[in-house]
């Protein structure tokens, strides 16, 4: 509370002075001329360098970092336009003070610069963030009061057993954790397309690979982003401790979801490009193996997030394991004028135009039935890439099988229904109300 008055009452006597020097409102009108000639100067210039960067032949990487540094025009332009009365006042030409000016020139240069180290980061949110951070550290220490904003923020604490929490600690572990984790992610980034270009390893063993080095870099990171703000991990055993029980309890799907995504790529019983059927009857690829679902796509374009434990504990099928062969059925009838075997070797052609069917094995027609009205036969073939689709090629073939049948005078039968009408002339019998209608007329 001491070093708080004492800061208190330098700034109420910095105040006073400001307020009270002749200096000072000639500082403010350079300062706020500057400023309104280099915003006018800033709405003219911006949307005609933009629409010219937006016609470059460029990568869209390179566009976005000149647009952003676009918006640095008029912080550059409020510097050039102050930079001569900084330099009258220190070469002692004018003879006001121009203390507040130059403060502003740095801090105005300490925006740009931070503003121009953050354009490799690609997210936003976390590039604002960052130069945010940069610049008011940077401002801190033109403005002279970083190490009295240190100590206060030291000075706001309390003490767990032998462990001190201030609110420097806290920032310092805030800070920390978030450069490091930055870091790991671009570390893993970096090692993930690496790791991609190895034409040793299969997919399946790519992703765990990857994922298993985004696990310890994240953990790497947030360890050594807790010792650099200078927590002791050893005081925090115990405290960790009942943590991890708490989060083990409160993660515990997750856990097991991650953990079983990591098997699933162990025992390979899926991996990514894998043919699966959903248990509500339709079908996908594996797209994407995540820490805690899979993402399968199916042929309409739907994304279906499968939590990986429910690979593990229920029932899956997998139309890739041990093969990409796939085979499809297609069923159709003959007339039984037709010649079953003229019909079997007609099918078992065309099942072979389609540039998705394999040759081996070949297709093959059974004759599967004697039906009430038809032949019916059973049509086999093969296919490797079910993602593709499976009603586009039964679709195919079947269209195969409907010109080749005209070519040949093959008929495929359809029931019919017939209805026949029947007038038989015999006497309607009466009612009782009739003949009691009719009795009544008589009398």
Not at 26 to 48: C, D, N, P, W, Y
Not at 146 to 170: F, H, K, P, Q, Y
Request: a neutral charge; hydrophobic letters at 50%; one cysteine or more.
């Amino acid at each position: 509370m001491e070093k708080l008055q004492t800061y208190y009452d330098k700034f109420a006597e910095w105040m006073l002075s400001f307020l009270t020097s002749q200096d000072t409102y000639i500082q403010l009108a350079i300062l706020a001329t500057v400023f309104i000639i280099s915003a006018a100067i800033f709405k003219l210039v911006k949307s005609r360098t933009s629409s010219k960067i937006d016609r470059l032949r460029i990568p869209y990487r390179f566009k976005q970092i000149l647009q952003n540094l676009v918006l640095l025009i008029f912080p550059v332009l409020a510097l050039i336009l102050l930079l001569p009365a900084d330099i009258l006042s220190k070469e002692n030409v004018i003879n006001f003070d121009f203390t507040i000016g130059s403060a502003i020139m740095s801090l105005l240069l300490a925006w740009v610069l931070s503003r121009v180290l953050v354009q490799f980061i690609e997210n936003n949110a976390l590039r604002n963030f960052t130069a945010t951070i940069i610049w008011v550290i940077a401002a801190l220490h033109i403005l002279g009061v970083l190490d009295a904003t240190t100590s206060a923020l030291d000075s706001a604490g309390m003490t767990v057993g032998e462990l001190r929490i201030s609110a420097l600690t806290v920032t310092k572990g805030i800070l920390a954790i978030f450069v490091m984790m930055y870091i790991a992610n671009v570390l893993t980034a970096l090692i993930e397309k690496k790791v991609t270009q190895i034409e040793g390893l299969s997919r399946a063993s790519k992703v765990l690979l990857t994922k298993i080095i985004r696990i310890a870099l994240i953990v790497v990171a947030i360890l050594v982003g807790i010792t650099t703000a200078g927590i002791d991990l050893s005081l925090l055993a115990v405290f960790s401790g009942a943590l991890g029980i708490g989060i083990g309890f409160g993660l515990q799907k997750g856990i097991s979801n991650l953990f079983s995504g990591m098997m699933l790529l162990i025992d390979k019983s899926i991996k990514p490009g894998d043919v699966i059927e959903l248990p509500n009857g339709a079908f996908g690829w594996i797209a994407h193996m995540g820490g805690r679902y899979t993402e399968i796509i199916t042929r309409d374009n739907k994304s279906y997030l499968i939590p990986n434990e429910d690979f593990i504990t229920q029932q899956v099928v997998n139309w890739s394991h041990g093969s990409s062969l796939i085979r499809i059925d297609v069923k159709f009838g003959v007339s039984y004028k037709s010649d079953p075997h003229e019909v079997k070797a007609l099918a078992e052609e065309v099942a072979t135009r389609p540039t998705r069917v394999v040759d081996n094995p070949p297709p093959i027609c059974h004759l599967t039935e004697f039906g009430d009205s038809s032949l019916n036969f059973s049509l086999r073939m093969w296919i490797t890439d079910a993602e593709e689709g499976l009603t586009n090629i039964r679709g195919e073939v079947m269209l195969h099988l409907w010109d080749v049948f005209k070519e040949n005078d093959i008929q495929i039968p359809f029931p019919h229904r017939e209805v026949f009408m029947h007038n038989a002339d015999k006497p309607v019998k009466k009612t009782p109300a009739k003949k009691i209608k009719e009795k009544e007329k008589s009398e």
